[in-house]
């Protein structure tokens, strides 16, 4: 039995970077049905795709899965573009049937009025130092390729699973900070355009909350956290997440050689402190000195 929503929004899947979890959305989207898809940007990754990433079977699948929502279910799917879909700006407005290609959305719903944006143009309204800027975009697929590859040993010391980015991102001031100042800029931004929501991401944190009376709504990502903002028929919104929605669990995949992942839970609630303790030393000298430098160069 399908879960019916009204609308599903999902962003930063990232295809064409061995991170993307695209199989998992795939299930996801088999087991929900909506009215309305919108694709909130950085779906396809087109820098990595010109460095140094591949286009893989599983990310044209999900495509498939999309269009499939379109021919059976006539689902509306609104795509927008991210910085990392920029390539899109050249092709956009485009509309091919029930598929939108557009920078942005006004989404009225419940007699609410939302602005739904990826959340890009926060960085160039600011000179925050930003997290993934920080990081770089290479220093950011590192930290996941450690990521996977700190907690295949963990697993086989039968540790639990450990974020080792989400973790970076709590620790580090500036990370934090930059994340709090993203939201609180892009609630003004909505309120500014007279609207009483605003839904992006860019962030890869998922929010549901309200900000000096306007709604903030964040949908997360597929590249770790794999989650999605829902919207009910009364116009009601909640965060959920793959593993909640009755997903199953991360498996291997022979082509990227991504390792089995355990329920995200547990990468919320960092158990052994004082293992994760040597680790801050680690995260500030490997991967933040050599990108502080220059945080306009390469944004997230
Ligand atoms: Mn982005």
């Keep these: ?60 699948r999900f495509f498939t899965r999309m269009l499939k929502m379109i021919e059976q279910d006539n689902t509306k799917v609104f795509y927008l573009r991210g910085n990392h879909d920029d390539f899109l700006d050249q092709i956009l407005p485009l ?108 962030i890869h944190k998922a929010e549901n909350r309200m900000i000096d009376g306007i709604h903030y709504l964040n949908s997360g990502d597929w590249v770790e956290t794999m989650s999605a903002l829902a919207e009910d028929e009364a116009g009601n919104w909640q965060v959920i997440y793959y593993h909640e929605a009755g997903g199953q669990k991360a498996v291997p995949e022979q082509e990227t050689e991504t390792l089995p992942e355990q329920e995200q839970e547990a990468a919320s609630k960092p158990a052994d402190t004082a293992w994760a303790a040597g680790l801050k030393t680690v995260a500030f000298s490997a991967f933040l000195s050599p990108h502080a430098s220059d945080p306009r160069k390469d944004t997230p």
């Excluded at 909506?34 to 140094?52: F, P, V």
């Excluded at 000179?127 to 220093?139: E, T």
Aim: aromatic share 12%.
């Design 95 to 202: 509309q091919i049937g029930n598929l939108h290609i557009q920078k942005d959305l006004l989404y009225e719903s419940a007699d609410k009025k939302y602005w739904i944006t990826h959340g890009d143009i926060f960085d160039s309204v600011t000179s925050q130092f930003r997290w993934i800027a920080y990081l770089g975009d290479q220093g950011y697929t590192f930290l996941l390729w450690l990521n996977k590859w700190l907690n295949y040993h963990r697993r086989r010391r039968g540790l639990p699973y450990f974020s080792l980015s989400q973790y970076v991102k709590a620790r580090v001031k500036s990370a934090v900070s930059y994340i709090d100042d993203f939201e609180q800029e892009l609630a003004k931004m909505a309120r500014a355009k007279g609207c009483d929501g605003i839904i992006c991401g860019h």
């Design 1 to 60: 039995m399908k879960t019916h929503y009204k609308t599903l929004i999902i962003s930063d899947l990232h295809l064409g970077t061995s991170g993307s979890k695209a199989k998992e959305l795939g299930r996801f989207l088999k087991l929900h049905t909506c009215e309305t898809l919108i694709l909130n940007g950085d779906i396809i990754d087109g820098w990595q795709l010109k460095k140094s990433g591949k286009w893989r079977r599983k990310h044209t």
